[in-house]
């Protein structure tokens, strides 16, 4: 080791001096300490929140799916062979669920849309099925109920009150506290209410037609590998139609829900992760700029670089960890917070709990990041000679030594592994870095070639215009620096207004401009006519679509098995379960042929399906193709003969698969329609179908759209709050890059106010850089803003992107200003120091 290797100082006296020239207040650290703080703090934030998320799922898999294993079938009961099938693997336990029609005893008092679910005597197999009053037990009487809270409240009912479903009527027995498998059900449009299959049976509701579902649950013996046994299963029983789950994934629904979000928050860590450590090293590149003298003067004195090395190292050491730590407890105590707020968006609430790895990890990631990115402020005031460390103002050099770069790289390299180790999707991080560095390359090269512009072009008569543009490329300049400060600050102001816009538009037209009044499904097939002449009856003029309604999965298509593919094509949602499908002799309202042909409407050869063209596309396949349902547990294969476009935006009856009539006309089908009308006439309408029709179920499209609002909008507010975070970090290294270059301002600012220049001159030089600079800026801020929303919106939440390119421009005026004014208001304690304190400083 060479001499100015090596220290002088032993680490005790290293830290007394490191201990006495550290400011209490963390002045001049106290942007390296926010930085490290906002980045350590959303990390364990957002792995806190994550794994308590999971393990919550994890942990509750059997009580949220009601059993070890689900077998799940749609329009029919297993007969008594398949359900010997099921007993023989374990615990059996049946439900049927089903919408349906509550009202109480008076005809003309209101009705509402609940969720009726059958259950047998060994329901629940895990869990408890709690109750306000009382302890729920087996079995229940058929013709007692137990209802859910909103029901009860909208109906105004207590315990002992009647109700009526169907043609039976029901004394409730009891509130219902708590239903067990409540998120293994999915997706529901009412309040819950349940009764016994035998009091089920009571209701007459279930008829050759109508849309319910069966579930079949078994507690395995121990030891079950429950996953193998639902593969075995899935392939013994592909062309049976049932769906099976398994204690693993007991809500498919929250799971996919859990890991976009899971997706996004990564995409917000890394984001400001990197952010946070650019904001770091231009932290402590400012601070060392106000150290240089002292700096020097201890090399005058004798200090080794080394010795300069651990005495700085320990003060960036202390508020580092100071930050670290900090963003640590308040990356635990925020989950909590984040459940509360967050309400009905998050499919669980989990208990508080410290999650050790979650916040081990973001402890390592923080002091990686401090590490990095302060080395090559540290290297270069470890390196430099102090000559040149006094007039650093004027000849600020930048090279680094070889020692200095192996270490960046070898912590680059643990931070990038630790980054991929730690992801649940490796590729999606390595991607998210991949873009990330590749955007502070573009910046930092946009940096480069503006100075080099600068320095070429020719010099402007106006004097302050001359000095600004001087300003870009004189000796210590930090163009560079500024531009990707800028550039970061306004690409995540674009990137914000991107995404709330186009959330915002999405939560607009989940409302279109024509929706029907009223959904009616299980409608008898062959009472059309009376069904029609009621609601004219009771609203005349309405407008009426009524259309056959059966439930089918594909199974095979283009010559595959979908049972067979390792993954689902990216987009084919419609492949997961059963989904609605209907028959019709012409095109269907609110779809556009855009191949093939329709078929004649006296059409009766081998079966055709019209397929709606996105699905076509994502499957890769087209007219002539053959595609394979299974309705009601018997495979139809059909050839494609035309594709649609379909407008999903309509709430009407918008159906991936139209078969021709002959195909289906003679299954057990029910109809449904929607009902355009005065929303004065829905209660006498609702009341006359249910006096004709006691098994209808009758949906109120604006309860629905209500629902669904306000659910996408709790969404749209948690996911900019995240994004959020990442503005903050942007904000915090725009702060962080004009604070570098503090002294070199300074020194400009003495010597031009020497030479007569007035404040605001001296102002407005730096405003017409800064405003160069965010001209130059704001089309790569828009391009690289616009593309990251784009990604968020389209890739991770499959939603419509629709932003409103107005307010996105504004915000990027608006960003632009405010970073404007930042810059400005970090200039004007400059202007104010007078020239001779100032100097004898310098």
Avoid at 135 to 161: M, Q
Avoid at 389 to 408: E, K, P, Q
Avoid at 752 to 761: D, E, I, V, Y
Avoid at 771 to 797: E, K
Wanted: proline fraction near 5%; include cysteine.
């Amino acid at each position: 080791m060479s001499a100015p290797d090596r220290a002088a100082l032993d680490w005790r006296a290293s830290w007394r001096i490191a201990r006495r020239d550290l400011h209490s207040g963390f002045r001049g650290l106290r942007l390296l300490f926010l930085c490290l703080f906002l980045g350590v703090a959303t990390l364990a934030a957002i792995g806190s929140l994550t794994a308590a998320i999971t393990q919550e799922l994890a942990a509750r898999g059997q009580t949220l799916l009601g059993g070890d294993l689900e077998i799940a079938m749609t329009q029919r009961e297993a007969d008594g062979q398949e359900k010997q099938g099921f007993a023989r693997l374990g615990t059996l336990s049946e439900t049927i669920r089903l919408r349906a029609m509550a009202r109480g005893e008076k005809a003309d008092g209101p009705a509402i849309l609940t969720e009726l679910k059958g259950v047998d005597n060994a329901y629940p197999l895990y869990g408890a099925l709690t109750l306000r009053n009382g302890v729920y037990r087996a079995p229940l009487a058929p013709d007692a109920i137990l209802i859910g809270p909103a029901l009860a409240e909208r109906l105004g009912l207590k315990r002992g009150d009647r109700l009526v479903y169907g043609i039976a009527t029901f004394t409730i027995a009891n509130i219902i506290a708590d239903e067990p498998d409540r998120l293994g059900e999915g997706f529901t449009l009412g309040p819950v209410a349940i009764v016994s299959m035998d009091g089920l049976r009571r209701t007459a509701l279930i008829q050759p037609g109508s849309l319910y579902t069966s579930k079949y649950r078994v507690r395995l013996p121990a030891g079950t590998d429950a996953k193998a046994l639902r593969d075995r299963l899935e392939k013994e029983n592909s062309v049976a139609g049932w769906e099976f789950k398994d204690r693993d994934r007991a809500a498919p629904g929250a799971n996919r829900f859990i890991e976009r979000m899971g997706q996004f928050l990564s995409l917000i860590g890394l984001a400001a992760l990197v952010i946070a450590g650019i904001g770091v090293s231009n932290g402590v590149a400012s601070y060392l700029a106000i150290k240089r003298p002292g700096i020097a003067t201890f090399k005058v004195l004798g200090a080794t670089s080394a010795d300069i090395a651990r005495i700085y190292m320990l003060q960036v050491g202390a508020i580092a960890l100071v930050g670290i730590v900090t963003g640590l407890v308040v990356g635990a105590l925020l989950p909590p917070l984040v459940v509360a707020v967050a309400g009905d968006v998050l499919p669980v609430s989990p208990d508080f709990r410290l999650h050790p790895l979650p916040l081990l990890t973001s402890a390592l990631y923080g002091l990686l990041i401090a590490f990095l990115f302060t080395l090559p402020p540290l290297a270069r005031a470890r390196t430099q000679p102090a000559a040149l460390l006094f007039r650093g103002a004027v000849d600020a050099r930048s090279g680094l030594d070889r020692r200095a770069i192996l270490t960046m790289i070898g912590a680059g390299a643990a931070l990038i592994a630790l980054a991929l180790g730690t992801a649940r999707e490796p590729l999606f991080s390595a991607a998210v870095l991949g873009a990330t560095a590749a955007v502070l390359l573009l910046l930092l090269a946009i940096g480069w070639g503006v100075a080099r512009i600068a320095r070429h072009m020719p010099r402007p008569r106006r004097p302050l215009l001359r000095l600004a543009l001087a300003n870009l490329h004189r000796p210590g300049a930090q163009t560079a620096a500024l531009i990707v400060a800028l550039g970061l600050a306004l690409t995540l102001f674009v990137t914000l207004a991107g995404i709330q816009t186009s959330l915002d538009s999405e939560i607009r037209n989940v409302v279109p401009k024509t929706a029907p009044a009223q959904f009616v499904l299980d409608i008898p097939a062959r009472q059309e006519a009376r069904f029609r002449a009621i609601v004219q009856g009771q609203a005349p003029g309405a407008e009426l679509n009524m259309v056959p309604a059966l439930r089918g999965t594909i199974v095979a298509y283009g010559g595959q098995r979908v049972a067979d593919l390792e993954q689902l094509p990216e987009g084919a949602w419609f492949l997961r379960g059963e989904r609605g499908v209907t028959y019709a002799a012409s095109l269907p309202e609110g779809s556009d042929l855009v191949a093939g042909q329709w078929w004649a409407k006296d059409y009766a050869g081998p079966p055709l399906v019209s397929l709606d063209a996105e699905a076509a596309r994502i499957l890769n396949i087209g007219v002539g193709d053959s595609l394979t349902v299974s309705v009601l547990g018997r495979e139809i294969t059909a050839r494609i003969a035309s594709l649609r476009k379909v407008n999903w935006d309509t709430m009407g009856f918008n159906y991936v698969l139209v078969f021709s009539p002959a195909t289906l006309i003679n299954a057990p089908h029910s109809m449904a329609a929607t009902i355009t009308m005065d929303p004065r006439r829905d209660g006498a309408v609702t009341r006359a179908l249910l006096a004709a029709f006691p098994g209808i179920s009758v949906i109120a499209v604006g309860e629905v759209i209500e629902q669904v609002g306000t659910i996408m909008t709790q969404m749209s507010g948690a996911i900019v709050a995240a994004a959020s975070v990442a503005i903050l970090a942007g904000i915090a290294v725009l702060v962080g890059a004009i604070a570098a270059s503090r002294q070199a301002r300074s020194y400009d600012s003495v010597i031009l106010k020497t030479l007569g220049a007035t404040r605001a001159q001296i102002l407005g030089t730096q405003a017409l850089e800064y405003g160069l600079l965010a001209t130059m800026l704001a089309l790569v801020a828009l391009a690289l803003g616009m593309g990251a929303a784009w990604f968020v919106i389209v890739q991770l939440f499959e939603f419509g992107w629709a932003p409103d390119w107005t307010i996105v421009l504004a915000t990027l005026g608006g960003g632009a200003l405010l970073t404007l004014g930042i810059g400005l208001a970090g200039s004007i304690p400059l202007i104010s120091v007078r020239p001779a304190s100032a100097l004898r400083q310098l």
